[in-house]
């Protein structure tokens, strides 16, 4: 894979982002970014880096790089195999045990949003392309994921995630649980491409 990134955070999420880089050269900046990429994409290559608007609260702050990641896809045979979304494929749930005797609080409520647009290299097609879709939580929020591919043979993912709840009783840990290990598997989501 290889391709042109950009991440963009504002509210709660930027402001710890930029607290943890508010003491940062820009230099220092680059590298910390460019090791958090290599942790999604072991083996990549992170060129371009650009931290934006660090210093200015008033504006979202932006992340910028050019990505080639070699060990992205698996081939087999006639078919390539990949993570419709590269940079959720390898966020774990982070509710892994069984049980839990406290409550569940989230420190704010939030909204991500993907749109990634991959180009296929010449002569592969989708092969039976499907999209898990969405699930709802209630008042809590919900998950959508879309799938399709453009007039130029482009394949096109959206996801959005909206979670507003933000307290629960440990007697509703089993459905956070089960909610966001469903969030981990439509994340994880694969599609294949077919040699024509």
Partial sequence: MEGDAEETFTGH????LRSELREESQERREEWLRNRVIEMF?????????VENCD????????????????????AGRRIFFHILPFQRSRPSPFSASERRNPVQFPYAWTET?????RP?????????SAPGGIGFGAAGGYNLTVAVGDNGQVIANRELTFVGTYFDAKDYPVVKQVFSEIQKRNTHTLALIKQ
């Fill in 13 to 16: 999420r930027a402001f710890d």
């Fill in 56 to 75: 200015d609260p008033t504006r979202p702050l932006r992340f910028r790089y050019h990505l080639l990641a070699p060990q992205y896809a698996q081939v």
């Fill in 42 to 50: 072991p083996d990549a290559e992170v060129t371009e880096i650009a």
């Fill in 114 to 118: 993907d749109a990634v647009r991959i």
């Fill in 121 to 129: 290299p010449a002569g592969f097609v989708l092969d039976n392309a």
